[in-house]
């Protein structure tokens, strides 16, 4: 569905994606087709690959063997749509304080949302580090450019 708005979606979503620690796509266990907006945030987003993690949300709804076919489905529907030779974290779980509906994934969402804390936990260092990489990768092109204006003075 496209809402009328008075600006660029896609654009916002990608200034957002750059300055931003973390980008957490959301799906839902029984919804997991991406619509052609969420596709193009989604494309918005390249080179931001590295901070893009996924929650398949409302898991406890289904049982394990579905719960595999919508995993398997999920990651299908992202490998159109993301072209990266890196597989994204995806989190399992049901993310809500309600008891479990199907409690035989509970070890596994257990785990899953420690996972996610911990992620979540090391952003400040992981975001500290990702901003020395790039100031790097600027040192690098800024000393490129000089190299390539130092040659064209000299001709």
Do not use: T
């Amino acid at each position: 569905q496209r809402v009328a708005r008075g600006y660029d979606f896609c654009e916002v979503c990608s200034w957002f994606a750059s300055r931003a620690d973390l980008i957490v796509l959301l799906f839902d266990a029984h919804k997991l087709d991406i619509s052609d907006e969420f596709r193009n945030a989604i494309d918005s987003l390249k080179g931001n690959d590295d901070k893009i993690r996924c929650i398949l949300n409302k898991a406890d709804q289904v049982d394990k063997q579905k719960l595999m076919r919508v995993y398997g489905a999920l990651m299908w529907s992202l490998g159109k749509v993301i072209k990266s030779p890196e597989v994204l974290r995806v989190y399992i779980g049901s993310f809500w304080d309600q008891p479990l509906m199907y409690d035989d994934n509970a070890e596994l969402f257990e785990m899953e949302e420690k996972d996610l804390m911990r992620d979540l936990k090391d952003l400040p260092r992981n975001s500290a580090v990702r901003k020395i990489n790039e100031l790097v990768k600027r040192v690098r092109l800024c000393k490129v450019h000089a190299y390539v204006i130092s040659h064209l003075k000299e001709q």
